[in-house]
């Protein structure tokens, strides 16, 4: 299940988790999955994070689950059974906990759920308990839990708990308990236990982020919420901000207009309002945490189709130019390259700099775009060399290699799925870094929408780490809220960069360089490989999460690695792409070559099969489509049966395999008709056809070792050339073990 990762990454060991409905975890340091009798803190982490509580209270089913695993409408307690809630947890992190209850015949009339402190926990350590509410059917809103009714006809009611760990807590085991109080029946009662790993985070993000959010005044809480979150907000000075006309053209000192950098400090005497000391407070830390926000922008375009304001100290940005729209005349370019350096000069003597960015642009498209994009680039790094500048666009050589002049961008924000890997790769390896940007409509990865699973959220940085992106940005941070109070995607988002932390803790505490095979790529890959294969299991992702810290206190000397066994045995397996048994096809089962081959048609994944695709147009009518084509004598079965996706998406084929190294070949194209579209195929991760505009069937090979228990194929994409989607034509597979 690997996708096409930097060059050099291609063929790095990287053991991948599928997501699969009993997920068998195997660590290398002899750790088997529920085969622990006793609980030992340093030596293992718990087989199962989802079970019913054996002795919670009478007449009341209550069980927990993973955090990322967010619990449905139409859930009921679990199987598996427990009697202790076990959580674990670096120094200075936020970890949740999650319990769920109904009533199984009677009204339960709830009064709290309280969570005692945990005895020498620190300084600074806190319990939030809320109640997780729903939309549609899964949890989302975490609201003040208040006294209520609890029916036996309502979905699961369901407890979430956050404690914070303070830096000074002692590593070690720490224990609370959880009473969910009733009125009319016992309490449920739960023990928690909280093992304290002997690390400690960051105090701000690593990974970095951009989340426009909405702020009242005063604007402290939220601020400090998104800190606690790892979350940077879009403008941290709200409500100021370094925009060109409150910062250079502004109206408050006529005399300086346009000549001078005015942060409002000298004629503003509310620090909540003047620039300067918003600056100094919350991007420096200055009377607030000693650090500020990580990393911040300045301001941006004035909208997607005009990235400068059309008139500029007076002067008309197009009056007396024969350039393109938006190039600026001479006279404008002059006065916004003042302000520009202006600007940098302030910056520099704040030690800002290196923090900061003036986003420049918002989804250029076409040549015009991008031009334009390289014009203003250049303009801008002429006239403030240190300043940094950002691009809504993944690193594009019509940009940075511009025929006018090159000119790269200190950050690329790249919608997900539109990197193209090796060529940020070789942007990255000159200073400029790539960060992610997500849209409501994301497939393969969406932690905007609540009613994707949780896992959408909290997997986000590790897709990056693969990705060697170091941040993220969506356009409406309010949508992480809910009336006010936080959503279990804005927890889950917390996780996720948590979890990047103890990457990068494990990676000696440097993140993730492009075209270099890092030491946590082990751990890193194992979990997620890209935007479209990626761990969904949430267990196996906090168990993943444990052996981190487990590695980093040093009770355990190798980097941990998710694996699954597979099930289908080692052996030579054929497989022809095709609808099988249709009228027009071959009869089933179908022989050709000595072999018998498995006929698969668009299938969805299935874990009865143990094989089948996902893909964007799944359950689609007319878009994944299939032929058989009899007109051409000269080819064979194999080579006239084929798929597509008539969209030309990128589509995964998995197929549950026991672990080994195999040859693995794939047929692409048609055979006897060519396809001015170039074909896309990787197995594995590794791209074994790559923009290849076929003339007729193609045949690609690679030599694979097996780790996860389920070899990938994916198929399709977008034409480098111009940025469409193109077919790509799969006609069939061969597996062969190779001993």
Avoid at 11 to 40: C, V
Avoid at 637 to 665: A, H, P
């Amino acid at each position: 299940m690997r996708l096409a990762r930097l060059a050099v990454l291609c063929s790095l060991y990287s053991p991948l988790a599928s997501p699969l409905t009993a997920l068998e975890l195997i660590f290398s340091d002899g750790f088997e999955a529920g085969n622990h009798a006793a609980w030992d803190p340093p030596t293992y982490c718990p087989a199962t994070s989802t079970f019913t509580f054996t002795a919670s209270g009478a007449a009341v089913d209550a069980w927990t689950v993973p955090a990322a695993q967010k619990v449905l409408t139409t859930d009921l307690p679990p199987a598996a059974a427990g009697s202790v809630l076990r959580l674990f947890a670096a120094r200075n992190e936020f970890e949740p906990l999650v319990v769920a209850f109904h009533p199984p015949a009677a009204n339960a009339s709830l009064v709290a759920a309280t969570l005692t402190p945990f005895a020498g926990l620190g300084t600074g350590a806190t319990i939030d308990v809320r109640q997780a509410t729903y939309a549609g059917d899964r949890t989302e809103a975490l609201v003040p839990l208040l006294a209520q009714t609890v029916h036996p006809v309502d979905p699961p009611f369901v407890v979430w708990a956050t404690i914070y760990v303070p830096a000074d807590a002692t590593p070690g085991l720490h224990t609370s308990t959880l009473t969910i109080d009733f009125s009319n029946r016992p309490d449920i009662v739960v023990p928690v236990e909280l093992y304290v790993f002997n690390a400690q985070l960051p105090v701000a993000a690593t990974f970095q982020s951009q989340l426009p959010v909405s702020f009242t005044d005063p604007a402290d809480a939220r601020k400090q919420l998104l800190f606690d979150h790892r979350l940077t907000p879009a403008t941290p000075t709200w409500p100021s901000g370094f925009r060109w006309n409150i910062t250079w053209d502004q109206n408050v000192h006529p005399a300086t207009r346009c000549t001078t950098f005015d942060d409002e400090t000298d004629h503003e005497p509310n620090p909540n309002y003047a620039l300067g000391d918003l600056a100094q407070e919350w991007l420096l830390g200055s009377g607030w945490n000693g650090v500020g926000f990580p990393e911040a922008e300045l301001f941006r375009f004035v909208s997607n189709s005009e990235p400068r304001p059309a008139t500029f100290c007076g002067i008309n940005r197009e009056t007396g130019t024969v350039s393109p729209p938006h190039w600026g005349s001479a006279a404008y370019n002059a006065e916004w390259s003042d302000f520009l350096g202006g600007l940098e000069n302030y910056l520099q003597g704040l030690g800002l700099l290196s923090k900061t960015f003036y986003y420049v642009q918002n989804e250029p498209a076409g040549t015009t775009d991008y031009d334009l994009a390289a014009h203003l680039c250049r303009l801008s790094k002429a006239a403030a060399p240190s300043l940094r500048l950002a691009i809504s666009e993944e690193p594009k050589p019509e940009i940075a290699e511009n025929a006018a002049g090159p000119c790269g961008y200190d950050v690329w924000l790249a919608h997900f799925g539109e990197l193209k890997r090796h060529y940020a790769a070789t942007r990255e390896l000159l200073g400029e870094e790539v960060w992610f940007y997500s849209l409501a409509l994301d497939f393969w990865v969406n932690p905007t929408d609540a009613g994707r699973q949780g896992s959408e959220a909290r997997m986000l940085p590790w897709i990056a780490w693969a990705d060697r992106a170091r941040g993220w940005s969506y356009y409406d941070g309010d949508s992480f809220f809910a009336a006010g109070n936080p959503t279990v995607r804005l927890e889950l988002l917390r996780e996720g960069f948590e979890d990047y932390e103890y990457l990068v803790l494990a990676n000696g505490g440097t993140p993730p360089q492009a075209g270099v095979v890092e030491a946590a790529d082990r751990a890193a890959l194992s979990a997620a490989h890209s935007e479209i294969d990626w761990n969904h299991d949430a267990g196996a992702q906090a168990a993943l999460r444990c052996e981190l810290g487990r590695y980093l206190e040093g009770h355990r000397t190798d980097m941990p690695a998710l694996q699954h066994a597979g099930t289908r045995p080692r052996a030579e397996y054929y497989i022809n792409f095709q609808p099988c048994c249709a009228p027009a096809n071959p009869a089933s089962p179908l022989t050709f070559g000595g072999h018998t081959w498995i006929q698969i048609g668009w299938n969805a994944w299935s874990d009865a099969l143990g094989y089948g695709w996902r893909g964007p147009n799944q359950g689609t009518p007319g878009v994944l489509l299939s032929a058989y084509d009899t007109s051409h004598p000269a080819y064979n079965v194999l080579e006239t049966s084929y798929i597509w996706d008539d969209f030309g998406r990128e589509n995964l084929f998995e197929f549950d395999l026991q672990n080994g190294r195999y040859l693995v070949t794939v047929g692409v194209g048609r055979g006897g008709i060519g396809n001015p579209d170039p074909h896309n195929a990787m197995v594995e991760g590794i791209r074994v056809v790559d923009q290849q505009v076929l003339s007729d069937i193609t045949e690609a090979s690679t030599e694979v070792e097996l780790t996860d228990g389920r070899l990938s194929l994916v198929i399709g994409g977008r034409n480098d050339a111009n940025g469409d989607y193109a077919y790509t034509f799969l006609a069939y597979m061969t597996i062969v073990p190779v001993p």
